[in-house]
T-cell receptor
Framework: AQTVTQSQPEMSVQEAETVTLSCTYD???????LFWYKQPPSRQMILVIR??????QNATENRFSVNFQKAAKSFSLKISDSQLGDTAMYFC???????????FGTGTRLQVFP | DAGVIQSPRHEVTEMGQEVTLRCKPI?????LFWYRQTMMRGLELLIY????????DSGMPEDRFSAKMPNASFSTLKIQPSEPRDSAVYFC????????????FGQGTRLTVV
């Protein structure tokens, strides 16, 4: 079975600091996609960043970057210069190349303090 | 575009009643997904459509659940009869080229069955 594990239920960080959220996944597939989605208190899920497994270069989106370690099946999210608006639940998600079924982790609740 | 629109935002109903959740996807998106979010099970894919055709409904928990997409701009998720264990937040999402690309989520419907 394909699974996504987020081992940190809660994290906190001070504004302007850097925080890293962990994610590991289990699959026998070689081609797949990985995502980080953010769910703020408004409840609406928003895509933060996307990584294609066949690309060795780590994806970046402004203050958000990933550390993708394919052999270790690890996909961590680094948030630099944290802002109060980053306070949210963050979900790691995985999808095999030939399907449209996203598999989500259990989420990490991030609190950014002033 | 106004994004994915779900209605109602909140629904409280009595056990045994029929509940209908509604979704309007982003115009031009060929894929529509229904998810359920609970504390116990996290985010689960219930069913998804491609070009109004149901592709995979293996996540639909029971025959009490049904989903339709009569046209490209409207979908419904119906629960009949509803049970307290159906209480959850139900999300609709749409995407242009499937879940491997960015999925745009609605704000969800919080369903409470008493």
């Amino acid at each position: 079975a394909q699974t996504v594990t987020q081992s940190q239920p809660e994290m906190s960080v001070q504004e302007a600091e850097t925080v890293t959220l962990s994610c590991t996944y289990d699959t026998s597939e070689n081609n797949y996609y990985l995502f980080w989605y953010k769910q703020p208190p408004s409840r609406q899920m928003i895509l933060v960043i996307r990584q294609e497994a066949y690309k060795q270069q780590n994806a970046t989106e402004n203050r958000f970057s990933v550390n993708f370690q394919k052999a270790a099946k690890s996909f961590s999210l680094k948030i630099s210069d944290s802002q109060l608006g980053d306070t949210a639940m963050y979900f790691c998600a995985f999808i095999p190349f030939n399907t449209d079924k996203l598999i989500f982790g259990t989420g990490t609740r991030l609190q950014v303090f002033p | 575009d106004a994004g994915v629109i779900q209605s109602p935002r909140h629904e409280v109903t009595e056990m045994g009643q029929e509940v209908t959740l509604r979704c309007k996807p982003i115009s031009g998106h060929d894929y529509l997904f229904w998810y359920r979010q609970t504390m116990m099970r996290g985010l689960e894919l219930l069913i998804y459509f491609n070009n109004n055709v149901p592709i995979d409904d293996s996540g639909m928990p029971e025959d009490r659940f049904s989903a339709k997409m009569p046209n490209a701009s409207f979908s419904t998720l119906k629960i009949q009869p509803s049970e307290p264990r159906d209480s959850a937040v139900y999300f609709c999402a749409s995407s242009l080229l499937g879940a491997r690309t960015e999925a745009f989520f609605g704000q969800g419907t919080r369903l409470t069955v008493v």
